[in-house]
């Protein structure tokens, strides 16, 4: 199983840099910059979600009348995972959801939250993803991550989602976009601590033992099924492209910004 790990980090690795060193964030250089990043980045935060709880549906069993289903390490696994992301606590101790945290921060420091709102409103009102695109002004490239999540979802193969959860959605956050972070915050604190807070609780949380807990409920998926593991990288890689590609469609808009202001 760790061999089968090793294999997919090592065929990873090159995307991983490519998305830890990606020249959006040294162009992110004021507020007004970090709310068109967070305005794109919000719809990968949501269908996290979405691919976290179809792992707990398939892993568990969430209908009534109950039965034991799966492993009992698995269903510990993605239980605890559902715990910490959908029920954390924001800075005044009040229970929330990252995503419910995301929009909070959002709306902190002016960031335009109506779009990812009516985007899930419509949604939720009709399951119409094409609609709820349209309404919303979804960006294309959001809009063709959060297609190939739901893809994934609707494989209805867990050692998929669990992988692409596992490998494909670590946000990466690399030191360079925490640096900018803590410097806005001691010139804006009242503008951004809710967002340094959300990225100090997903680094805390999700970047360690999350992380942890996946690669254990990747393995006991995959087991020793050769076929499994290779789809399963196949399907990271494309994940890691796919972030690269909303990274790239922020740094468009971002480098649009600045020729339309004639800053920086």
Request: glycine share 4%; hydrophobic share 35%; aromatic share 12%.
């Given at each position: 199983?760790?061999?089968?790990?090793?294999?997919?980090?090592?065929?990873?690795?090159?995307?991983?840099?490519?998305?830890?060193?990606?020249?959006?964030?040294?162009?992110?250089?004021?507020?007004?910059?970090?709310?068109?990043?967070?305005?794109?980045?919000?719809?990968?935060?949501?269908?996290?979600?979405?691919?976290?709880?179809?792992?707990?549906?398939?892993?568990?069993?969430?209908?009534?009348?109950?039965?034991?289903?799966?492993?009992?390490?698995?269903?510990?696994?993605?239980?605890?995972?559902?715990?910490?992301?959908?029920?954390?606590?924001?800075?005044?101790?009040?229970?929330?959801?990252?995503?419910?945290?995301?929009?909070d921060a959002m709306k902190q420091c002016g960031a335009d939250a109506?779009?990812?709102?009516?985007?899930?409103?419509?949604?939720?009102?009709?399951?119409?993803?094409?609609?709820?695109?349209?309404?919303?002004?979804?960006?294309?490239?959001?809009?063709?991550?959060?297609?190939?999540?739901f893809k994934v979802i609707e494989s209805g193969k867990d050692y998929?989602?669990?992988?692409?959860?596992?490998?494909?959605?670590?946000?990466?956050?690399?030191?360079?976009?925490?640096?900018?972070?803590?410097?806005?915050?001691?010139?804006?604190?009242?503008?951004?601590?809710?967002?340094?807070?959300?990225?100090?609780?997903?680094?805390?949380?999700?970047?360690?033992?999350?992380?942890?807990?996946?690669?254990?409920?990747?393995?006991?998926?995959?087991?020793?099924?050769?076929?499994?593991?290779?789809?399963?990288?196949?399907?990271?890689?494309?994940?890691?492209?796919?972030?690269?590609?909303?990274?790239?469609?922020?740094?468009?808009?971002?480098?649009?910004?600045?020729?339309?202001?004639?800053?920086?």
């Amino acid at each position: 199983m760790v061999t089968q790990i090793e294999k997919i980090k090592k065929a990873i690795e090159p995307l991983r840099q490519e998305i830890i060193n990606h020249k959006v964030y040294s162009a992110i250089k004021d507020i007004e910059d970090l709310k068109v990043f967070m305005q794109y980045h919000v719809y990968a935060v949501w269908d996290f979600m979405s691919l976290l709880k179809t792992l707990q549906k398939n892993l568990t069993c969430t209908s009534v009348p109950w039965f034991p289903k799966g492993t009992a390490d698995t269903r510990y696994l993605i239980n605890e995972i559902v715990v910490g992301e959908e029920s954390d606590v924001d800075l005044n101790g009040i229970r929330k959801s990252h995503f419910e945290l995301y929009l909070d921060a959002m709306k902190q420091c002016g960031a335009d939250a109506t779009k990812i709102e009516v985007f899930t409103d419509i949604l939720k009102n009709t399951g119409n993803f094409n609609l709820a695109y349209s309404s919303s002004e979804t960006p294309k490239e959001a809009i063709d991550f959060v297609d190939f999540t739901f893809k994934v979802i609707e494989s209805g193969k867990d050692y998929l989602q669990s992988a692409v959860f596992t490998f494909g959605r670590e946000d990466l956050i690399p030191g360079m976009f925490i640096s900018i972070i803590n410097e806005m915050h001691k010139k804006f604190p009242d503008d951004i601590s809710i967002f340094k807070y959300y990225i100090e609780r997903h680094i805390e949380v999700d970047g360690d033992h999350h992380s942890h807990l996946a690669i254990q409920m990747t393995s006991s998926l995959c087991k020793d099924n050769e076929d499994y593991w290779k789809e399963a990288e196949e399907s990271v890689v494309h994940s890691l492209k796919q972030r690269i590609e909303l990274w790239n469609g922020v740094y468009r808009q971002l480098t649009e910004r600045t020729t339309i202001n004639g800053s920086y």
